[in-house]
């Protein structure tokens, strides 16, 4: 299992030396000695964290420097492991621990990270959460068959899963924000899976039993994202949000590719219930886990080093927990509203090409079943590579001393325009392949919003970073609503050009809004 990764490097890996936290620039490449870089001309520096605007200092690496700069004779030197497990570690760290330690920082070599274990379960968690979620989108091609429901029954069944999904947005950010994220997440998972198990008997004892199990479905996975935005506000220092938020997203991505990829398989092999059945189980498995190893805070974790919860905590907004939401605050914050509107135009198309992409392969693009989900796969691992890409890019320039607003603006406006841009273009198109290319253009593109909107509520307000997730989220579960129940009316009545103008028009609205009103800044103490 994915989510047993951070544990079992931890475990078993050894590493290969005293790591300091270090990012080469000028094209340089690591050397064996891991405390320095070099830039291209051979000169070598070391960076250093300033203490305000996250950017770097660049300084020569000269025995005057290093002994101006306090540095420890580890930063220089260190064993060398030959083993494949000690390389591997120390490679991980250096993907995950982009900017340097800061003198007095350093934190315990021979020890994954344990805020980077919590991201990685928290994408395990969202790697089984759009599994039970995509799964419908492909079952419901069988089941529609066999219980003989027309289009507008179909969007009924799949915008079900939003009434419940919507219930949970706010009341999730305010239970997280109070009692923590762990025991919310842990919930969400556990009854998501159950709902997921229980799907084909509803849906065998009528139609009003299966829209009420999806709803509760539903209501599991609406705790899920304020719950994790919690739990991450509290674990993962600003310099590293974006490419953390981006991996837990991208859990999403590659459970849509997982679920799309062998739903089919399962489908074939052993009827439309088994993908229930099988999907839903999974939930207790990662529950097991998730109920030793994570804290809702560092402060509460007996195993976490001194020295990483240090850095976390000068990183971060802990505090004391949550007792009152200062509403009035929030939602007289511009910036506030952007985020609301915003993920109300961002959700509409996203949450369209998630249930109906199917769909579309097999009336338009004359695909079976198979091909289908197989071409769904596509567009899905676009996102989950870009939305990392996308991540990685935005705390680089974050960290060089580019304004968080500019950096939240810049990604944002490329998950709104790409978009926009490559569904324009399907209306023209009758190429199979090149319509595929365009989804998957389109979804790459989306993908860039996790370093935008989606990280913005850490910014603007990390101690309700919960509640402010619950709060725009609900109107990307009204434009999930809303989308999938009118795409299936557009389909009766027009075209899937029509699906496809509907959302270029938002996201061009969301672009203006965003540019206009948001800020990376925070507004809410």
């Known amino acids: 299992m994915l989510h047993l990764l951070p544990l079992s490097i931890s475990a078993h890996c050894r590493c290969a030396g005293p790591l300091s936290r270090r990012r080469f620039v000028g094209g340089g490449s690591p050397s064996p000695r891991t405390g320095s870089g070099l830039l291209g001309n051979g000169v070598r520096v070391r960076l250093r964290r300033r203490a305000l605007g996250g950017g770097t200092d660049v300084q020569p690496d000269t025995p005057s420097s290093r002994r101006d700069g306090n540095e420890g004779p580890h930063a220089d030197a ?64 069988p089941m529609s068959a066999e219980y003989g429901w027309n289009p507008q029954t179909v969007g009924l069944v799949q915008s079900s899963f939003f009434w419940g999904y919507l219930l949970t947005q706010i009341a999730g950010g305010i239970w997280a924000d109070k009692v923590g994220g762990k025991t919310v997440l842990g919930f969400g998972v556990i009854w998501w899976s159950v709902a997921t198990a229980l799907t084909p008997v509803a849906a065998k004892l009528g139609l009003p039993f299966l829209l009420v199990v999806r709803a509760f479905m539903g209501v599991g996975e609406g705790v899920a994202m304020p719950a994790m935005n919690n739990i991450l506000s509290k674990w993962v220092p600003v310099s590293e949000r974006s490419r953390s938020l981006a991996l837990v997203y991208s859990g999403m991505y590659l459970g849509s590719v997982t679920g799309l990829a062998f739903s089919p398989f399962l489908i074939h092999k052993f009827g439309w219930p088994s993908v229930f059945y099988s999907f839903g189980s999974l939930g207790t498995v990662w529950f097991a886990t998730w109920a030793t190893k994570a804290y809702s805070t560092p402060l509460e974790d007996p195993d976490i080093s001194a020295e990483e919860k240090k850095l976390i905590i000068s990183q971060t907004t802990l505090g004391d927990p949550v007792t009152t939401i200062p509403w009035g605050v929030i939602l007289s914050k511009p910036p506030v509203w952007a985020l609301i509107a915003c993920h109300f135009c961002h959700n509409w198309g996203t949450f369209i090409l998630l249930t109906w992409m199917p769909t579309y392969y097999n009336q338009v693009l004359k695909f079976n079943l198979t091909e289908s989900s197989l071409f769904c796969v596509l567009p899905w691992l676009t996102m989950a590579i870009s939305a990392n890409v996308g991540g990685w890019i935005a705390d680089t320039l974050v960290t060089r001393g580019t304004s968080v607003t500019t950096v939240r603006k810049i990604m944002q406006s490329i998950g709104f325009l790409g978009p926009a841009f490559f569904l324009s273009q399907l209306s023209h198109i009758d190429s199979p392949a090149l319509a595929v290319l365009c989804m998957a253009c389109s979804q790459g593109t989306d993908a860039f919003s996790q370093s935008g909107l989606y990280s913005n509520h850490q910014d603007i307000g990390p101690r309700y970073a919960g509640v402010l997730l619950g709060l725009s989220n609900t109107a990307g579960v009204f434009a999930g609503v809303f989308g999938t129940a009118a795409t299936g009316y557009i389909l009766q009545h027009g075209s899937w050009d029509d699906v496809f103008k509907l959302s270029v028009t938002l996201y061009l609205i969301g672009t203006v809004i965003w540019n206009v009103f948001s800020t990376g800044e925070k507004i809410i103490d």
Do not use: H, Y
């Not at 260190?78 to 800061?102: I, N, Q």
């Not at 980077?116 to 799964?135: E, G, K, P, Q, T």
């Open 78 to 141: 260190g064993p060398e492991d030959e083993g494949g497990g000690g390389a591997l570690l120390e490679s991980v760290r250096k993907l995950l621990l982009l900017e340097d330690t800061a003198p007095g920082e350093e934190e315990d070599q021979g020890q994954f990270p344990k805020r980077w274990a919590i991201v990685f379960l928290c994408f395990s968690a969202f790697l089984l959460c759009n599994m039970d979620r995509v799964n419908m989108s492909i079952a419901i091609m």
